[in-house]
């Protein structure tokens, strides 16, 4: 009868055991997940912050480099460039209207002069003309 009753009581202990156990188990467990989901939000802000340091080192190192370039005059920068295109585009502009102001008074000439006499045989005349004119000049230069 004592066995019987021992073994009950240890039954009952191992019961109560087990389920200590099993709540310890399960809270462990959520423990883990949670320690596992901070390690990995963690890990996501630190990934972000090292890319922005990153990011900010890779801009300082940028400038500088730009800095000393422009100090020593070795090469052309980006605003040394900018500068060079504005300069340029705006004196292109300004040529190109210089341009249209020579050719407008000859342009508005031929568009006028559409309904003239002028035909091209008689351009063929004048032609000939000056040309016979200039040889002869050239025959008594030559002569003389």
Same mark, same amino acid.
């Given at each position: 009868?004592?066995?019987? &009753? ?5 039954r009952k202990s191992d019961r109560r055991f087990d389920?200590?156990?099993? &709540? ?6 959520? /423990?883990?997940? /949670?320690? !596992?989901?901070? &390690? ?6 630190? /990934?972000? /912050? @090292? ?22 005059? @070795?090469?052309?920068? $980006?605003?040394? !460039?900018?500068?060079?295109?504005? &300069? ?6 300004? @040529? ?5 102001? %020579? ?5 508005? $000439?031929?568009?006028?002069?559409t309904g003239s006499q002028l035909t091209i045989g008689?351009? %063929?005349?004048? +032609?000939?003309?000056?040309?016979? %004119?200039?040889? +002869? %000049? ?5 002569? +003389?």
């Open positions: 009868m004592k066995y019987k &009753k021992h073994n009950e009581a240890m389920g200590e156990r099993d &709540k310890r188990y399960a809270s462990e467990n959520e /423990l883990r997940a /949670l320690a !596992l989901i901070i &390690k990995e939000e963690a890990n996501a802000k630190a /990934l972000n /912050l @090292a890319s922005q340091i990153q990011t900010y080192k890779d801009d300082k190192s940028d400038k500088t480099r730009e800095q000393n370039l422009s100090e020593r005059g @070795a090469y052309v920068t $980006h605003s040394d !460039l900018a500068e060079v295109f504005d &300069k340029s585009e705006k004196n292109l502009i300004a @040529a190109i209207g210089e341009v249209k102001n %020579i050719l407008k008074p000859i342009i508005d $000439h031929v568009a006028a002069d008689r351009m %063929i005349g004048y +032609i000939v003309a000056t040309g016979v %004119i200039i040889g +002869i %000049i050239q025959f008594l230069i030559t002569r +003389i």
